[in-house]
C-alpha cells in the first residue's frame, strides 16, 4: 500500500461531500475506504452513556446471528471497549481499539465470546484488528465507524492507518452531516433511556454479596484490566488486588473470571 497522495486524497473527498446528503452516502463512503485499506466487517453505530446502542449501517449480519447482536443491545454492550470510550469522552478521531482497550482487554472473556460479542464468529474467531472512527455530532452522543479484519487477515499496517487519519477530518464531518438527523432523534425525550448504565449495572450485580469496593474491582477485570491495571487504578498494591479478587470468587461461589463474565451477563440481560 502507497501513502495517499494529493490528488487521490481531493477525489476522495469530493465523492464524499457530493454524496452526504444523499441515501448513497454510507455506500460511497464504506466503498471509498476499502480503496485505502480493505477490511471484512463495518458497523456504524450510535453511542450514549445512558442508551442502548443503535446500529445504524453495517453488514455484521452476514457473519453472526441476530440473537448474539440482541445479546449485545441488551447489555453485553456495556463492557465493549468503544463504549467505555464514549463513557469516558474520548476525543473525535482515528483510533485502533488498542489505544481504547484495557491492558487485558483482548484476553478477555467478552472480546473472546462468540456467545456475546457480535464481531466474533465461531468460524472465525476474534478479530485480526478493529479501528474505528468516533465523531460526536451532538452532546452525549458519538457516532463511531468500526473496520473490522477477521482472523486470516493482517491487522491494518502503519500506511494503512496514516492514509485513514489523513482523511479522518473529511470523514467525521461528511458522516455528521449525513447522520445528524439519526443522532437527535437518538436522544429524544421519547426514547426509552437505558435501564443498564455502566454504573448502574456494576452496583447492582450481586448487591447483596459484595461491597461496594468489591464491585468496582469486579467493573475493572470484567472490562479487560488485569489485577496490575486494577491497584494501579486503584492505587492498591497488585497484591491487595489479588486478595479482593479471590474473596470476591469466594463471595460468588466461582473459581474463575469466566464464570464471573457469565453470572454479569445473565445479569445484565435478564434485568432488562
Known amino acids: 500500500m502507497e501513502r495517499l497522495d494529493a490528488k487521490h486524497g481531493i477525489a476522495f473527498a469530493k465523492h464524499l461531500y457530493s454524496s452526504r446528503r444523499t441515501a448513497m452516502f454510507p455506500s460511497a463512503l464504506i466503498s471509498s475506504l476499502q480503496t485505502i485499506a ?9 453511542f450514549s452513556s445512558n442508551r442502548p446502542p443503535i446500529f445504524l449501517d453495517g453488514n455484521l449480519q452476514d457473519f453472526v446471528s441476530q440473537a448474539i447482536i440482541d445479546k449485545f443491545l441488551s447489555g453485553t454492550y456495556l463492557l465493549d471497549a468503544v463504549y467505555t470510550a464514549c463513557c469516558a469522552k474520548v476525543l473525535p478521531g482515528l483510533y485502533r481499539l488498542s489505544e481504547l482497550a484495557p491492558d487485558n482487554y483482548f484476553s478477555s472473556e467478552f ?7 457480535p464481531c466474533v464468529s465461531e468460524d472465525a474467531g476474534s478479530l485480526a484488528e478493529e479501528i474505528v472512527y468516533m465523531a460526536q455530532p451532538i452532546d452525549n452522543v458519538y457516532l463511531v465507524i ?3 479484519r477477521r482472523n486470516g487477515m493482517q491487522a491494518f499496517d502503519s500506511i494503512e492507518f496514516e492514509n485513514l487519519k489523513l482523511l ?4 467525521l464531518e461528511t458522516s455528521v452531516e449525513h447522520w445528524r438527523g439519526e ?15 455502566l454504573e448502574k449495572a456494576f452496583v447492582t450485580f450481586a448487591k447483596e454479596k459484595l461491597s461496594p469496593r468489591e464491585q468496582t474491582i469486579v467493573s475493572l477485570l470484567l472490562r479487560g484490566h488485569s489485577t496490575l491495571s486494577v491497584a494501579h487504578n486503584l492505587d492498591i498494591a497488585e497484591g491487595t488486588a489479588k486478595v479482593h479478587r479471590r474473596n470476591i470468587y469466594d463471595k460468588l461461589r466461582i473459581t474463575s473470571q469466566a464464570e464471573m463474565f ?6 445484565v440481560i435478564d434485568t432488562k
Open 111 to 117: 472480546y473472546n465470546s462468540s456467545d456475546f460479542h
Open 146 to 148: 468500526s473496520l473490522m
Open 262 to 267: 457469565l453470572m454479569f451477563c445473565s445479569h
Open 168 to 171: 479522518e477530518p473529511v470523514i
Open 183 to 197: 443522532s437527535e432523534k437518538f436522544l429524544k425525550p421519547d426514547l426509552p433511556k437505558s435501564e443498564s448504565t
Open 38 to 46: 480493505p477490511f471484512e466487517i463495518f458497523t456504524v453505530t450510535l
